[in-house]
C-alpha cells in the first residue's frame, strides 16, 4: 500500500503536466482518498453526479488541482485558478454558470430587500 501523501502528490504532479487525468479506484489494489494526503480538503463542484470534490492548492501558484470524486474513480483535473486564492477569477473562468447562478440570487436578493426595506 502506498503512502497518501506521496500517491497524491505524485498525482498532483502529473496532472500538473497533463492538465487532466483519471485515476482508478482499484484496478492496482488500494487508492487512499485524497482527504488522507494532507493535500487536499473537501470541496464543492458542479454537481455531475460524484460522490465528493476535493482540491489542493499549488504552491506558489494561482492554479489548484480539482479531484472530482465517483464511485468507481478520481477525475483530476488543473484549475486555472484556484477557489482559495483568486474566487472570483476561478468562478467567472472555471464555473460561469455558478457565476450566473450566484449573480441572479445576488440581484433577487437586492431586489426583495430594496422591496421589504420600502414598505
Same mark, same amino acid.
Given at each position: 500500500? @502506498?503512502?497518501?501523501?506521496? =500517491?497524491?502528490?505524485? *498525482?498532483? =504532479?502529473? +496532472? ?10 482499484? /484496478?492496482?489494489?488500494?487508492v487512499p482518498g485524497p482527504?488522507?494526503?494532507?493535500? =487536499?480538503?473537501? @470541496?464543492?463542484?458542479? /454537481?455531475?453526479?460524484?460522490?465528493? !470534490?476535493?482540491?489542493? %492548492? +499549488?504552491? $506558489? @501558484?494561482?492554479? $489548484? +488541482? ?5 464511485r468507481d474513480r478520481y477525475?483530476?483535473? *488543473? !484549475?486555472?485558478? !484556484? /477557489?482559495?486564492?483568486?474566487?472570483? @477569477? ?5 464555473? /460561469? ?15 426583495? $430587500? $430594496? %422591496?421589504? =426595506?420600502?414598505?
Open positions: 500500500m @502506498s503512502n497518501p501523501y506521496d =500517491f497524491w502528490e505524485q *498525482v498532483i =504532479f502529473e +496532472v500538473l503536466d497533463k492538465n487532466r487525468l483519471t485515476v482508478p479506484k482499484s /484496478p492496482y489494489g488500494y482527504e488522507k494526503s494532507g493535500l =487536499f480538503v473537501r @470541496s464543492i463542484g458542479e /454537481p455531475k453526479g460524484q460522490i465528493a !470534490d476535493w482540491r489542493a %492548492s +499549488v504552491p $506558489g @501558484s494561482v492554479r $489548484g +488541482v480539482h479531484a472530482v470524486e465517483y477525475e483530476v483535473h *488543473v !484549475d486555472r485558478f !484556484d /477557489p482559495a486564492k483568486k474566487p472570483i @477569477s476561478h468562478l467567472l473562468l472555471e464555473s /460561469p454558470g455558478s457565476a450566473i447562478l450566484l449573480g441572479t440570487l445576488g440581484l433577487l436578493a437586492a431586489f426583495l $430587500g $430594496g %422591496s421589504f =426595506f420600502k414598505k
